[in-house]
């Protein structure tokens, strides 16, 4: 309940800003977009309305032994489903969540058997709420959440029913896809402001991938606690052969043309500055990294892998744990703390590596010069030395937006899209985009940039099957 509460503070403090400005909310709000921390899976009961446990996180990793337990059982191993839903059988993902909730959550298991439960990830979860709940909520999920379960067919959009059957998940308890831009109700009484239509919805990355108006060969990075790349596949799903996630970018309409996407998910980027800041008491706060890693030109050859929960896209290593190797005497807080940027921008090389072997040379949109633009955004986007280091490893140019807060502005775009406040040829439109954001260029010379991404490599390999180390 803390969750919605949040919300509700959210849209009251939000309506206060709005009138603050000047606005007439009254007569000018037209839609509410919404966007959700993806895979967080929750299930509820529909006569009280109330939680049957608490909402597992994306990044919790109690999952683990369901997972290895599948990939034993199951002929296709920890690829099993992948060709349906685009997804290994991982700790990350809703339908595993589900599944231990199930086998360890009394409460859950009496609830489905009786016909009394709901599923949903966070955006379900909220709907149901805003739009009445006990008094006819509506119970729906969009198809970009849809598609972090494990359960959505990519190319139907609909729950796959054999996946249901081999994990024993009725469909039942699901709420039903629809699209990103569409009505899906009022809100109802009791909320800051009511009788006001819902009209997008969108998972978080997703929301980030329309707010940098992403079109077919075009890739954006959040940073966040983690990380996250998508490059727009256009209307033709495409299986990584690299370790990355088959996804959608977006499906602007019931009507309209699905775009997919390839995805990298990274759990550690931002979180690790956190780690500084709270665990090692390094730096008081986050903004303090820029200025403490800029006192030093290199890290002295240290190199940190925040494997703390594992290793993600590409490497999808469960058994993986934190590195820090290179350290010398000489090696103090600044060498650390720029370490740690690295580490967030090594990942991102990662993943950019495998989505350019997934889609090849006519899969991606260069400029004028042949160099591929990786469009940034997210709260770490302010850190300019970051960013240096991002164009540094990668060789190509970073574009960094005015407004960096794309996923909100994703949202908005597709409830006002649904309403008519827009049109998607306005929404695409990226003179004015390109106008006010910030490029980065790389700095350093190809042959330091390759020795770097060697000792990388060679760090993320000390960080294999450390999981059962002893306490």
């Not at 059957?165 to 402001?193: F, Q």
């Not at 006001?196 to 980030?208: K, M």
Request: aromatic share 6%; hydrophobic share 40%.
């Amino acid at each position: 309940m803390e969750i919605l509460e949040s919300v509700r503070v959210c849209m009251a403090k939000a309506l206060d800003k709005a009138t603050a400005d000047g606005h007439n909310v009254d007569s000018g709000l037209k839609a509410i977009g919404l966007t959700n921390q993806r895979e967080t899976t929750l299930v509820w009961s529909k006569s009280t309305g109330c939680p049957l446990y608490n909402a597992i996180v994306w990044m919790d990793a109690r999952t683990s032994s369901v997972c290895r337990k599948l990939e034993k059982e199951l002929s296709g191993g920890r690829t099993h489903f992948s060709e349906i839903c685009g997804l290994p059988i991982s700790t990350y993902f809703s339908a595993m969540k589900l599944l231990w909730l199930m086998e360890n959550v009394d409460t859950v298991k009496e609830a489905i058997k009786s016909g009394d439960a709901l599923f949903g990830t966070i955006d379900t979860w909220l709907i149901w709420n805003l739009t009445g709940g006990l008094k006819g909520g509506v119970h729906v999920t969009d198809v970009s959440n849809a598609s972090r379960t494990m359960l959505m067919n990519l190319k139907t959009l609909e729950w796959d029913q054999p996946t249901l059957d081999t994990l024993g998940i009725s469909a039942t308890i699901l709420p039903k896809i629809v699209s990103n831009s569409e009505v899906i109700g009022n809100i109802a009484i009791g909320w800051p402001i009511t009788g006001i239509p819902i009209s997008g919805c969108l998972g978080d990355q997703h929301a980030a991938m329309l707010g940098q108006a992403c079109r077919k060969g075009e890739a954006k990075s959040t940073y966040g606690t983690g990380a996250f790349i998508l490059l727009n596949t256009g209307e033709e799903i495409t299986l990584s052969k690299h370790g990355l996630l088959s996804t959608l970018s977006f499906k602007l309409g019931p009507k309209a043309p699905v775009n997919y996407a390839l995805e990298g998910s990274i759990a550690i980027a931002g979180a690790a500055v956190q780690w500084l800041r709270d665990g090692l008491g390094i730096i008081k706060s986050a903004s303090e990294i820029e200025a403490l890693a800029s006192q030093v030109e290199s890290t002295g050859g240290v190199y940190f892998v925040p494997a703390f929960n594992g290793l993600f896209a590409p490497w999808w290593r469960d058994d993986a744990r934190g590195v820090c190797i290179g350290m010398t005497r000489f090696t103090n807080k600044a060498h650390l703390a720029r370490a740690v940027l690295e580490s967030m921008c090594f990942q991102v090389k990662d993943v950019l590596d495998s989505m350019h072997k997934d889609a090849g040379e006519k899969g991606e949109v260069k400029n004028e010069k042949g160099e591929f633009l990786l469009r940034v955004d997210g709260g770490a986007t302010v850190n300019n030395l970051l960013m240096q280091i991002q164009a540094d490893m990668m060789g190509s140019p970073v574009v960094r937006p005015a407004d960096t807060e794309t996923t909100a502005l994703g949202a908005a775009y597709a409830a006002g899209l649904a309403v008519g406040v827009w049109t998607e040829e306005q929404i695409f439109a990226s003179e004015d985009k390109t106008r006010t954001s910030t490029t980065f260029h790389p700095k350093i010379g190809e042959e330091l940039r390759k020795k770097k991404l060697e000792s990388w490599c060679k760090a993320v390999s000390r960080t294999f099957d450390l999981a059962d180390l002893s306490l």
